[in-house]
Nanobody
Framework: QVQLVESGGGSVQAGGSLRLSCSAS????????MGWFRQAPGKEREGIAS???????????YYADSVKGRFTISQDNSENTVYLQMNNLKPEDTAMYYC?????????????????????WGQGTQVTVSS
């Protein structure tokens, strides 16, 4: 059973913008914090943003330094969907982007970047930024 469905991505020139979306089942959305990883060729998968979806940590966000100030993660609880708005894109943002979900404590503990703690992965969507 597919838990996370991604959409968005594509190719843009440097300085452009893209928006990714990730929809989850209601159960997955309510029991997990959600966010995004990315993986460029030859590099490790990097956790770049997360958001608490429900409960006391609902709405709390995390950003990796590499995207802070340029990317914004948001949520729509009525649609069980999270979004990643990516502005001022750079060539170094070129990567496969993966939606992910982890137990809420993972985000609360500041451990979003640990791949081994992820419960579910989206199928991935390519983002390519040309100079």
């Amino acid at each position: 059973q597919v838990q996370l469905v991604e959409s968005g991505g594509g190719s843009v020139q440097a300085g452009g913008s893209l928006r990714l979306s990730c929809s989850a089942s209601a159960d997955t959305y309510s029991r997990n914090c959600m966010g995004w990883f990315r993986q460029a060729p030859g590099k490790e998968r990097e956790g770049i943003a997360s958001i608490g979806t429900r409960g006391p940590a609902g709405g709390n966000t995390y950003y990796a330094d590499s995207v802070k100030g340029r990317f914004t993660i948001s949520q729509d609880n009525s649609e069980n969907t999270v979004y990643l708005q990516m502005n001022n894109l750079k060539p170094e943002d070129t990567a496969m982007y993966y939606c992910a979900a982890a137990w809420n404590w993972v985000c609360a503990a500041g451990s979003w970047g640990q791949v081994g703690l992820i419960n579910y992965w989206g199928q991935g969507t390519q983002v390519t930024v040309s100079s």
